[in-house]
T-cell receptor, first 110, second 114 residues
Framework: QKEVEQDPGPLSVPEGAIVSLNCTYS??????FMWYRQYSRKGPELLMY????GNKEDGRFTAQVDKSSKYISLFIRDSQPSDSATYLC??????????FGQGTILTVHP | DGGITQSPKYLFRKEGQNVTLSCEQN?????MYWYRQDPGQGLRLIYY???????QKGDIAEGYSVSREKKESFPLTVTSAQKNPTAFYLC?????????????FGPGTRLTVT
């Protein structure tokens, strides 16, 4: 069983839809939770990060962590075609090492 | 401009040949990482280095080697022992004193071995 599981999709939604991306994990030691966005043939860029259970909002993006269920989510409101990318969840426990999910391919069509 | 550069962007090699991928950063970061990305598998850690002249194996180090002779450089050699070398390779760096989430990625090198 992988430490981090992420549904690879692909996910296709119309412009303006609310998108929900999710990851589950098995390692209780994970303390840091990140979401990266990766456009085609580019390196990932950090979108959001959280340390603890609860919600964190940044514009159209909301990151949610539920440590009791070992479940994290990223919500995108009013999705735009420019949001089309691969979204990777990542988690960290020990110093300097991150564990990534498989990535979800998202397409937002006009 | 500060950042991470990886070269070349695309690399083609014949099976049985070793190949070295370049990664350079001018962010003055101590820690550097190499990841491999395959379709549907996310990023998997190959090697990482916290300081110069020191590095550790990641989850999939077999068939790879690295060196860290300079702070700004962390080259990765894909040897002929690596069974499935065709992949997208990503280099990253981080300030060792900074938060874990502040890991910056380069643009990647797509390696194709035939």
């Amino acid at each position: 069983q992988k430490e981090v599981e992420q549904d690879p999709g692909p996910l296709s939604v119309p412009e303006g839809a609310i998108v929900s991306l999710n990851c589950t994990y098995s390692n209780s030691a994970f303390q840091y939770f990140m979401w990266y966005r990766q456009y085609s043939r580019k390196g990932p860029e950090l979108l959001m990060y959280t340390y603890s259970s609860g919600n964190k909002e940044d514009g159209r993006f909301t990151a949610q962590v539920d440590k009791s269920s070992k479940y994290i989510s990223l919500f995108i409101r009013d999705s735009q075609p420019s949001d089309s990318a691969t979204y990777l969840c990542a988690m960290g426990a020990s110093y300097g090492k991150l564990t990534f999910g498989q990535g979800t391919i998202l397409t937002v069509h006009p | 401009d500060g950042g991470i550069t990886q070269s070349p962007k695309y690399l083609f090699r014949k099976e049985g040949q070793n190949v070295t991928l370049s990664c350079e950063q001018n962010l003055n970061h101590d820690a550097m990482y190499w990841y491999r990305q395959d379709p549907g598998q996310g990023l998997r850690l190959i090697y990482y280095s916290q300081i110069v002249n020191d590095f550790q194996k990641g989850d999939i180090a077999e068939g790879y080697s690295v060196s860290r002779e300079k702070k700004e450089s962390f080259p990765l050699t894909v040897t002929s022992a690596q069974k499935n070398p065709t992949a997208f390779y990503l280099c990253a760096s981080r300030d060792r004193q900074g938060p874990l989430y502040e890991q910056y990625f380069g643009p990647g090198t797509r390696l194709t071995v035939t």
